[in-house]
T-cell receptor
Framework: GDSVTQMEGPVTLSEEAFLTINCTYT??????LFWYVQYPGEGLQLLLK?????DKGSNKGFEATYRKETTSFHLEKGSVQVSDSAVYFC???????????????FGTGTRLTIIP | NAGVTQTPKFQVLKTGQSMTLQCAQD?????MSWYRQDPGMGLRLIHY???????DQGEVPNGYNVSRSTTEDFPLRLLSAAPSQTSVYFC?????????????FGPGTRLTVT
């Protein structure tokens, strides 16, 4: 079956540090890959996505590149801010699953805390 | 647009009680889903719907029922609450954009079953 493995947290960094959160996946088909972010007390928000190999998704200074050869989609940011403190989820979906609803398979989440 | 709304935000039930978690969206999305979030387990799909009148089970459907009479609403019913159903519940609606379905999540309902 499909699965997502994320770097375990929690991760604590100082402001302006470089961030990497690792994500690898296994999928029976050709997946689309996502990063979602959950701020305290809120639902998940889509942060970025990539739908084919070598695509780079980017948003709010975050980036992730779809690497088919290593089955990875690592999240990076060059200089983190206190406002980036949140839980980050890597997820995948495979087209055609469940009548086109494209069920999301999530990783377990990585809690990130940025210290001023 | 309000997006995806969920009520209530918090609920405490006793074992054996029943209740309905409400979910509504105003984006005219055909696809809607219910997930539960438990510590260390990410989100797991309970039920989903691809349109009014059509629902199906996800990976953890036991103890939950759903119906979809309109495009906007997708309530989740707990028939006889159990402590194992203590969790945070998220409703989502989705549409296809840029080659993949993007899901929009509600703010969640935190349920405690004692």
């Amino acid at each position: 079956g499909d699965s997502v493995t994320q770097m375990e947290g929690p991760v604590t960094l100082s402001e302006e540090a470089f961030l990497t959160i690792n994500c690898t996946y296994t999928a029976t088909g050709y997946p689309s890959l996502f990063w979602y972010v959950q701020y305290p007390g809120e639902g998940l928000q889509l942060l970025l996505k990539a739908t084919k190999a070598d695509d780079k998704g980017s948003n709010k200074g975050f980036e992730a590149t779809y690497r088919k050869e290593t089955t990875s989609f690592h999240l990076e940011k060059g200089s983190v801010q206190v406002s980036d403190s949140a839980v980050y989820f890597c997820a995948l979906s495979v087209e055609g699953y469940n009548f086109g609803n494209e069920k999301l398979t999530f990783g377990t989440g990585t809690r990130l805390t940025i210290i001023p | 647009n309000a997006g995806v709304t969920q009520t209530p935000k918090f609920q405490v039930l006793k074992t054996g009680q029943s209740m309905t978690l409400q979910c509504a969206q105003d984006m005219n999305h055909e696809y809607m889903s219910w997930y539960r979030q438990d510590p260390g387990m990410g989100l797991r799909l309970i039920h989903y719907s691809v349109g009014a009148g059509i629902t199906d089970q996800g990976e953890v459907p036991n103890g939950y029922n759903v119906s979809r009479s309109t495009t906007e609403d997708f309530p989740l019913r707990l028939l006889s609450a159990a402590p194992s159903q203590t969790s945070v519940y998220f409703c989502a609606s989705s549409y296809r954009a840029g080659g993949a379905y993007e899901q929009y999540f509600g703010p969640g309902t935190r349920l405690t079953v004692t």
